[in-house]
């Protein structure tokens, strides 16, 4: 079975100073690969999404992400954060129709 | 703005209530989910219809009942429901049961059982 791993519980980081959260998974195949957003009190958004091809993909807000074989690992980045930003990031993996999700990051920002 | 649409956002209910959450698409997606979500936890996957029918069922208890009416829409009757089934509910869609396409949330009903 399929998994993924998303170290950092919690990430405080000061608004205009860089982001990367982490995401590893486990998988023998090439992997479909999603980074989704929540915000307190709503659903979860699609950041950015990984199929195949070029293995940085950017997405909405200002995301990217690469997707690195050798370490099974599909980091999201942002180079500048913003207020907004504060809310809880989920990984996960499509397995045969399924979303199999990370504990998620919780992304707080400082002034 | 979403375009999974869910109902109602906010639900209060004792245990011997009868209540449904309703969740609709118009994206033409053939793959609906619910999810349940305990704060600061990733959802849970309950249920998967795809084409209308039920396709997955994660060991969810009966006091849950799905319902695809149609293309378009998706209900989850509850009856008698725990303290502990007090969480956010999810719906999602997909443009078919199979691959590579991201699912598509709604922002949920928290439902709270009193």
């Known amino acids: 079975a399929q998994s993924v791993t998303q170290p950092d519980i919690h990430i405080t980081v000061s608004e205009g100073a860089s982001l990367e959260l982490r995401c590893n998974y486990s998988?023998?195949?090439?992997?479909?690969l999603f980074w989704y957003v929540q915000s307190p009190g709503q659903g979860l958004q699609l950041l950015l999404k990984y199929f195949s091809g070029d293995t940085l993909v950017q997405g909405i807000k200002g995301f990217e992400a690469e997707f690195k074989r050798s370490q099974s690992s599909f980091n999201l980045r942002k180079p500048s954060v913003h207020w907004s930003d504060a809310a809880e990031y989920f990984c996960a993996v499509d397995q045969g129709g399924k979303l199999i999700f990370g504990q998620g990051t919780e992304l707080s920002v400082k002034p | 703005d979403t375009e999974v649409t869910q109902t109602p956002k906010h639900l209060v209910m004792g245990m011997t209530n009868k209540k449904s959450l309703k969740c609709e698409q118009h994206?033409?997606?053939?793959?609906m989910y619910w999810y349940k979500q305990k704060a600061k936890k990733p959802p849970e996957l309950m249920f998967v219809?795809?084409?209308?029918?039920?396709?997955i069922n994660e060991s969810v208890p009966s006091r849950f009942s799905p319902e695809c009416p149609n293309s378009s829409l998706l209900n989850l009757h509850l009856h008698a429901l725990q303290p502990e089934d007090s969480a956010l509910y999810l719906c999602?869609?997909?443009?078919?049961?199979?691959?590579?396409?991201?699912?598509?949330f709604g922002d949920g009903t928290r439902l709270s059982i009193l």
């Open positions: 999602a869609s997909r443009e078919n049961p199979q691959g590579n396409q991201p699912q598509h």
């Open positions: 998988y023998g195949a090439t992997p479909y």
């Open positions: 219809y795809s084409y209308e029918k039920l396709s």
């Open positions: 994206m033409g997606h053939r793959a």
